[in-house]
């Protein structure tokens, strides 16, 4: 079975300072992909980012970007400048490369303070 | 343009009562789910549809029924609905049963049982 730990249940960050937001997961699959979704107080669920198992690069989308270590199965976020924006629920999300369905971490609630 | 739209958005209604929540995408997206998000945060799956058929039952209460009149529908049907129900029922769709490229999710319902 996948799991998925997000260790930090609550952060905190200045605004336009740099904030890291931990995952790990545990599988014996090869091939897979991890995400970063974000829920804000608006309650949607938004994709942020997403990074496929088989590629070394860790991916970047504008502010936001991945640290992913495969060996040791872990896979941070960096979000780069906080905006207040960024104040929000974030999920760790893991699925296999033939699966059907995600597994999701418990979330971190990220707070950016003026 | 709302991608994946449901309706309503909150619901507050009695025990044992019978409530529907309905849930549309207008992506062209083969495969629609059912999240719950408890109290906690936590996002389990409950069903998944692909073109019409279900793929995922998860442990929910028999109570629990989707429907899926086209592949661009999903509703959730729940009979007699207890105090523990009370969460947040996300709607989500992707293409083909692969996930490789995420969900798209709507934005939820909060449903309060009294």
């Known amino acids: 079975a996948q799991t998925v730990t997000q260790s930090q249940p609550e952060m905190s960050v200045q605004e336009a300072e740099t904030v890291t937001l931990s995952c790990t997961y545990d599988t014996s699959e090869n091939n897979y992909y991890l995400f970063w979704y974000k829920q804000p107080p608006s309650r949607q669920m938004i994709l942020v980012i997403r990074?496929?198992?088989?590629?070394?690069q860790n991916a970047t989308e504008n502010r936001f970007s991945v640290n992913f270590q495969k060996a040791a199965k872990s896979f941070s976020l960096k979000i780069s400048d906080s905006q207040l924006g960024d104040t929000a629920m974030y999920f760790c999300?893991?699925?296999?490369?033939?699966?059907?369905?995600?597994?999701f971490g418990t979330g971190t609630s990220l707070t950016v303070i003026p | 343009d709302t991608a994946v739209s449901q309706t309503p958005k909150y619901l507050v209604t009695q025990m044992g009562n019978d409530k529907s929540i309905k849930c549309e995408q207008n992506l062209g997206h083969d495969t629609m789910y059912w999240y719950k998000q408890d109290s906690k945060k936590f996002l389990k799956i409950m069903f998944s549809y692909n073109n019409k058929e279900l793929i995922i039952n998860e442990t929910v209460p028999n109570r629990f029924s989707p429907k899926s009149p086209d592949k661009a529908h999903l509703n959730l049907h729940i009979n007699s609905l207890e105090l523990g129900d009370s969460a947040v029922y996300f709607c989500?769709?992707?293409?083909?049963?692969?996930?490789?490229?995420?969900?798209?999710f709507g934005s939820g319902t909060r449903l309060t049982v009294v």
């Open positions: 999300a893991f699925i296999k490369n033939t699966g059907n369905q995600f597994y």
């Open positions: 990074q496929e198992a088989y590629k070394q």
């Open positions: 989500a769709s992707s293409q083909g049963e692969g996930l490789s490229y995420g969900y798209t």
